[in-house]
């Protein structure tokens, strides 16, 4: 098993431009989540899916923020127009079942805003 | 909504000493709980679960015990490596299959 995958692992752009993470899920699992990772703020819940429908939008901070997941393979979290305090760490997870099953991470992708 | 409460640190030990990180949560119902491990430049990793009370989970030698008197899952290690130097996060999740709700984790540098 490949594991969940992020793309891109690195992501450096200027303030105003737009942003675009993808992520891959486990074959097979029917939770995703998306995840970010600061300094100060550590690990927050941005959003998460299951069966491909947004459960918990909660976290996600504002409206330049906003997540897709148009099939069982395949998310996206967009951010336009980005800013500086956007640069952090943002995880994907996939999970399959309910609260007994582990949550599985992607290797990140780091984003600078400069 | 969940929570979690685990010390920040760092934790500063030298190889071959005992570790303990507490961690004591809140959680609406009867969550099962988890043990994250990150290392540097990487995601989240399990490390191991209890889905009831009492479960004791263990793994590469840590342990943790599911104490639902004292909503406590505190990990265990008897003799800590210099690999095991890495962020530890602690997290109940809810039988509803809601998301891991995390703390800012605890890091743990273990020296020769």
């Known amino acids: 098993d490949a594991g969940v995958i992020q793309s891109p692992r690195h992501e450096v752009t200027e303030m105003g431009q737009e942003v675009t993470l993808r992520c891959k899920p486990i074959?097979?699992?029917?939770?995703l989540f998306w995840y970010r990772q600061t300094m100060m703020r550590g690990l927050e819940l941005l959003i998460y899916?299951?069966?491909?429908?947004?459960?918990?939008d909660s976290g996600m901070p504002e409206d330049r923020f906003s997540a897709k997941m148009p099939n069982a393979s395949f998310s996206t979290l967009k951010i336009q127009p980005s800013e500086p305090r956007d640069s952090a760490v943002y995880f994907c997870?996939?999970?399959f079942g309910q609260g007994n099953s582990p949550l599985h991470f992607g290797n990140g992708t780091r984003l600078t805003v400069t | 909504g969940n929570s979690v409460t685990q010390m920040e640190g760092p934790v500063t030990l030298s190889e071959e000493a005992f570790l303990t990180i507490n961690c004591t949560y809140t959680?609406?119902?009867?969550?099962?709980l988890f043990w994250y491990v990150q290392y540097p430049g990487e995601g989240l990793q399990l490390l191991l679960k209890?889905?009831?009370?009492?479960d004791k989970g263990s793994n590469k030698g840590f342990e943790a015990t599911y104490r639902k008197e004292t909503t406590s899952f505190h990990l265990e290690k008897g003799s800590v490596q210099v690999s095991d130097s890495a962020v530890y996060f602690c997290?109940?999740?809810?039988?509803?299959?809601?998301?891991?709700?995390f703390g800012k984790g605890t890091t743990l540098s273990v020296s020769s």
């Open positions: 997870a996939s999970s």
């Open positions: 074959s097979g699992h029917d939770y």
């Open positions: 899916f299951n069966n491909n429908v947004p459960i918990d």
């Open positions: 959680a609406t119902g009867y969550p099962s």
């Open positions: 209890a889905t009831k009370a009492d």
């Open positions: 997290a109940p999740r809810n039988q509803a299959g809601t998301a891991l709700i």
